[in-house]
């Protein structure tokens, strides 16, 4: 059989555009990763470096969290700092046109305040994008007996996006959030979540995400009822 090109660009289109992963999100296999939701990127105003979408998006991520502590799903935050001098950064970070204003921040990094980080939940401090690039993340979801990660915050098309292509690559299930994820330039946005729904994540809302994981608890606590 022969394929012609229209057929397979519009195929790939419908992937890019409707495709969907395969499994569902059960609240007993997840784990939340909230990337990066610090002042540096979240407090209006702040700092050169603010995604004010990520600020309009904060209370509904604020949701998701409180959702997942609900349902007993493990909420792990990052911060992308400057670890161990900047020594256990990529060596070619310093080439890239990284935007770079100069601007020093005053003080530790810190998750924004609004977010409502707990300090009985794990963070991350992270040298580059990815949250398992020299991180302990691995290890601790796999103590955690976890095999599926809910990736949200910010920037989608860089730390959150290096998150669940990394998760991918090491034999997790990923979810990635439409509506709890942020970029700086909000044209970016659905090209990167079009990328990661063909080819890495299961793509859901924050509304899409809360149905699974109440679902499935609720079906849990039906089951043992009956039993």
Same mark, same amino acid.
């Given at each position: 059989m022969a394929y012609s090109e229209g057929w397979v660009t519009e195929r790939a289109r419908d %992937? !890019?555009?409707? %495709?969907?992963?395969? =499994?569902? *999100?059960?609240?007993?296999?997840?784990?939340?990763?909230?990337?990066?939701?610090?002042?540096? =990127?979240?407090?209006? %105003?702040? /700092?050169?470096?603010? *995604? +004010?979408?990520?600020?309009?998006?904060?209370?509904?991520l604020r949701q998701l969290?409180?959702? @997942?502590?609900?349902?007993?799903? +493990?909420?792990?935050?990052?911060i992308f700092d400057d670890t161990h001098l900047g020594l256990d950064r990529p060596h070619a970070l310093q080439y890239l046109p990284h935007s770079d204003t100069g601007w020093c921040?005053?003080? +530790?990094? &810190?998750?924004? %305040? +609004?977010m409502g980080y707990r300090a009985d939940e794990a963070l991350i401090r992270k040298p580059s994008y990815g949250a398992f690039y020299d991180t302990p993340l691995d290890t601790m979801l796999r103590n955690l007996g976890r095999d599926t990660v809910i990736?949200?915050?910010?920037?989608?098309? !860089? @730390? @959150?996006?290096?998150?669940?292509?990394?998760?991918?690559?090491?034999?997790? &299930?990923? #979810?990635?959030?439409?509506? #709890?994820?942020a970029t700086d330039d909000e044209s970016r946005q659905e090209p990167e979540l079009a990328v990661l729904r063909k080819g890495f994540a299961l793509?859901?809302?924050?509304?899409?995400?809360?149905?699974?994981?109440?679902?499935?608890? /609720?079906?849990?606590?039906?089951?043992?009822?009956?039993?």
């Open positions: %992937g !890019y555009q409707h %495709g969907r992963a395969s =499994f569902g *999100v059960r609240p007993e296999r997840s784990a939340l990763l909230v990337i990066d939701m610090q002042d540096e =990127f979240t407090r209006p %105003g702040w /700092s050169p470096y603010w *995604v +004010p979408a990520a600020t309009r998006m904060a209370p509904r969290v409180e959702t @997942c502590r609900a349902a007993s799903v +493990p909420v792990i935050w990052t921040r005053p003080g +530790p990094a &810190k998750v924004w %305040g +609004p990736v949200t915050g910010t920037l989608t098309n !860089y @730390c @959150c996006g290096t998150t669940a292509r990394q998760a991918y690559e090491r034999g997790y &299930k990923v #979810v990635v959030g439409s509506d #709890v994820t793509v859901l809302s924050a509304e899409e995400i809360t149905h699974q994981l109440i679902g499935h608890a /609720s079906g849990t606590r039906n089951r043992a009822n009956v039993t």
